[in-house]
């Protein structure tokens, strides 16, 4: 099992920077990526970034490339998503994955083994 403690959520007003945090814990892979998905209310989740277990590649969603970015430390096995230019439209919980045995940072949401709870983020106008 893997268990991923989400932080670094909050309100903040349109502009502004926010840096989410995911840290993990139990079960290591020799090959593995680690991802952000976000839902926003009413809607469904959907993939935000990813990066490989050695940082080397990564992928985003178009709707966050040039505002966000994913890096990771391993020694601290924490993965980080830098946000910044908010929009509102980026209001959601924010939940951070791990994909097991591949070490390809895939968007697509069944291919990823385990979730954290979630972070809420809040952009204001």
């Known amino acids: 099992q893997v268990h991923l403690v989400e932080s670094g959520g909050g309100l903040v007003q349109a502009g502004g920077s926010l840096r989410l945090s995911c840290a993990a814990s139990g079960r290591t892979f020799r090959s593995s990526a680690m991802g952000w998905f976000r839902q926003a209310p009413g809607k469904e989740r959907g993939f935000v970034a990813a990066?490989?277990?050695?940082?080397?590649?990564?992928n985003y969603a178009d709707s966050v490339k040039g505002r966000f970015t994913i890096s990771s430390d391993n020694a601290k096995n924490t993965v980080y998503l830098q946000m910044n230019s908010l929009k509102p439209e980026d209001t959601a919980v924010y939940y951070c994955a791990v994909r097991g045995g591949s070490w390809y940072p895939s968007q697509r949401e069944y291919e990823y083994d385990y979730w954290g709870q979630g972070t809420q983020v809040t952009v204001s106008s």
């Open positions: 990066i490989n277990k050695n940082g080397g590649t990564t």
